[in-house]
């Protein structure tokens, strides 16, 4: 039976074994330079990933997908869903790699029925509409409802061998929320705020059980070989002040405090990523998680000086950025890293999800100007 309570252990990764099931690689890793600025240790560089890297901007993951069929079935066949999230690597001297997977994994698992319509993003053939289709809503139990994750996580981290750490990661319970109640992509969240206001507990009993899906969801990657774990509550920003801090940040906080936060001898850290919520960064630095990701609208100058280095910053170009020539690119990452300044804690980043438009050749330009500028803020 699975679990419905609404409060979860915190011993609870020694009940549920995680510990115990691990059959990652324990090959010390080459590169660690992603897991010690996260840590706020010094490094020679600033390191650098994206979000999306594995993704529609490659030529090979564009014939990866056509190969798996549509892009569920190569989120659940483990050997092309290793084959893309390696890519980025072969191509660009990357400092992580990113599980290649959905953040909608979950409310399928939980019988909403995902599937994506070409050029109109994820729909769900069950959305949430009643109370009644929320108390329906079960709690997932990884192992059993989302193996084909973790079989990826497995793969992944045999095929890296050490070279970089491996990035887990969740949607946010807010963020699941929304698509569950829309049923699908939008820009106006009506259904959603109408809870908001109108059914907060009712709300927040999905949330609930989204949370504690979240959570066992995160501690299973990290006992697959996830080695750092990133919340992506995409739309979080959508909220008022209040709202943020009622029905997204948290659930955020409580995700945070029953995860696993040592494997193989070493810290997991966890990232936050709220876009749009540069304005809740001090409360997000709360929250018990290592690092904030910031989006482009925040200024790293400024973020720095108000977490006063009680966690690591992500971040933070514009995207868009990289339709600019060369010269434009490596100005913008110049302006940033100077925004930090010296010291550490400081990992480069878009400020969200690389798009399919971009060359990929500009890609290697942003890549290549993060580590050639950074060294003079970490020297001495």
């Known amino acids: 039976m699975r679990r419905t309570s609404k409060s979860l252990p915190r011993e609870r990764s020694a009940r549920f074994g995680y510990l115990g099931r691990q059959t990652v690689n324990m090959t010390q890793l080459k590169n660690d330079t992603f897991l010690r600025a996260l840590a706020r240790q010094p490094v020679d560089y600033t390191p650098v990933w994206m979000m999306r890297q594995a993704g529609r901007y490659l030529p090979e993951y564009r014939a990866t997908r056509s190969q798996a069929g549509d892009f569920l079935s190569l989120c659940k066949n483990t050997e092309l869903a290793c084959e893309v999230t390696l890519q980025p690597l072969r191509r660009y001297a990357m400092d992580a790699a990113i599980l290649f997977s959905d953040i909608l994994t979950i409310p399928d698992a939980m019988g909403l029925g995902l599937h994506f319509v070409e050029g109109e993003g994820p729909k769900f053939h069950n959305p949430i509409r009643t109370a009644a289709d929320v108390e329906r809503i079960q709690v997932i139990e990884t192992q059993q409802d989302l193996p084909y994750v973790l079989d990826a996580v497995r ?6 061998n050490g070279s970089v750490p491996l990035i887990g990661f969740s949607g946010s319970p807010w963020t699941l929320a929304t698509y569950m109640i829309e049923g699908a992509s ?31 969801y995160l501690n299973a990657q990290i006992a697959a070989g996830a080695q750092v774990v990133q919340i992506f509550d995409t739309w979080g920003g959508i909220l008022s002040d209040s709202a943020y801090q009622e029905f997204s940040l948290a659930y955020m906080r409580k995700i945070i405090a029953g995860l696993v936060r040592e494997a193989e001898g070493r810290q997991v850290p966890v990232i936050l990523f709220t876009k749009g919520g540069g304005q809740w960064l001090e409360s997000i630095a709360d929250t018990g998680c290592d690092a904030a990701g910031l989006d482009w609208s925040t200024s790293m100058a400024d973020a720095r000086q108000r977490v006063g280095g009680r966690i690591a910053l992500q971040g933070n170009m514009d995207p868009a950025l990289l339709r600019a020539p060369a010269a434009a690119i490596e100005a913008e990452v110049a302006r940033i890293l100077a925004g930090f300044g010296r010291g550490e804690g400081h990992v480069f980043n878009l400020g ?5 438009d971009i060359d990929p050749d500009r890609v290697r330009v942003f890549i290549d100007a993060v580590h050639e500028l950074s060294r003079p803020y970490h020297a001495g």
């Open 186 to 216: 939008t820009r106006e969240f009506k259904r959603s705020k109408e809870w908001v206001y109108n059914s907060p507990e009712l709300l927040h009993q999905l949330l609930d059980k989204l949370a504690l899906s979240v959570i066992d």
């Open 352 to 356: 969200h999800g690389i798009t399919p």
């Open 155 to 160: 793969a992944i981290r045999r095929e890296l």
